[in-house]
């Protein structure tokens, strides 16, 4: 496809996005234009560099912020050198330790939402979630969405290289979710996500008592109970070729103390 030259790691659909989104200088264009992607890390060497180089090979105008938590493999190191390399396209959160996933997003949030992001999307660093995705999901938003989901579950979407055990824990998590929360989207603990500013500007993020995982469930019951529009891009969600995973057996416990607790206020109609 020569039309694609320069557009590396761009798979025709997602050009054909991009394309679209050029011709037409409507939301879509804009929304490419003023997107902050907040990548979390924790023990990423391995994925960093080649992450950041991909999503600003994008034919977009994308921002990185990288929020490090002094990963003692050095992960913050690098991320401080691409920052110095980007041209100021690349931003990097530096946190004392390991602080969790939830506050992570938090910080990230609070920084992209300061320099006037229009959109803020989410994901993680070790290519379970491919940049290609990302022009798909902005168009989605520029459909009159308000969140999009990089989903496994929708068709169209599936995941790669998953143990058995990884694809029943995912599964079964999601049914618990989606069962006792009523959420309507089918990836409910995807981090591959796409917020509209609007929607997190209308959120007191330090309000959510979720930490780690359970924080993006946590954060989609309230989307959907505010009344935004959830929209889902299917995915390959691929499984981390390096470095290591960060899922605890307390972690997942965590995450069924918040759907308990959710599904509790849910029950009694208390606020959130
Ligand atoms: N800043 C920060 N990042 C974290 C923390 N825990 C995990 N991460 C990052 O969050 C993302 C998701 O973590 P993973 O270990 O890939 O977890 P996962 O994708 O649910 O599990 P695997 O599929 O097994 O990799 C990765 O980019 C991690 O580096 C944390 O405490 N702080
Ligand atoms: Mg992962």
């Not at 069962?179 to 309507?184: A, D």
């Amino acid at each position: 496809m020569p039309s694609c030259r320069g557009n590396e790691g761009l798979d025709h659909e997602s050009y054909e996005t991009w394309r679209k989104a050029r011709k037409h200088p409507s939301s879509a264009r804009r929304l490419l234009l003023r997107t902050t992607v907040i990548i979390p890390t924790y023990n990423e060497r391995e994925n960093i560099e080649p992450l950041v180089t991909q999503l600003l090979a994008l034919p977009v105008g994308l921002r990185v912020i990288v929020v490090d938590d002094n990963s003692p493999d050095g992960t913050g190191a690098i991320a401080d050198r691409l920052a110095v390399e980007s041209n100021g396209r690349v931003g990097v959160i530096h946190r004392a330790g390991k602080l969790g996933l939830g506050t992570a997003y938090i910080a990230g949030f609070k920084r992209a939402l300061a320099e006037g992001a229009d959109l803020i999307c989410t994901m993680d660093a070790d290519f379970s979630h491919n940049p290609r995705y990302i022009p798909a999901m902005v168009e989605k938003i520029a459909q009159g969405y308000d969140l999009v989901i990089g989903s496994r579950y929708v068709r169209g979407g599936a995941t790669s290289g998953c143990t058995f055990d990884r694809k029943l824990l995912s599964w079964g998590a999601n049914a618990f979710a989606r069962t006792l929360l009523g959420l309507r989207a089918h990836d409910t603990t995807a981090g591959f996500r796409c917020y509209r500013r609007e929607v997190l500007e209308g959120m007191d993020p330090d309000a959510i008592k979720a930490s780690g995982y359970s924080f993006l469930i946590e954060m989609l019951y309230r989307v959907q109970r505010r009344g935004w529009r959830v929209g889902e891009v299917p995915i390959t969600f691929e499984n981390r070729r390096l470095g290591t995973s960060k899922i605890s057996r307390d972690e997942i416990v965590r995450a069924l103390g918040t759907v308990l607790r959710l599904a509790w206020a849910r029950l009694t109609r208390k606020p959130i």
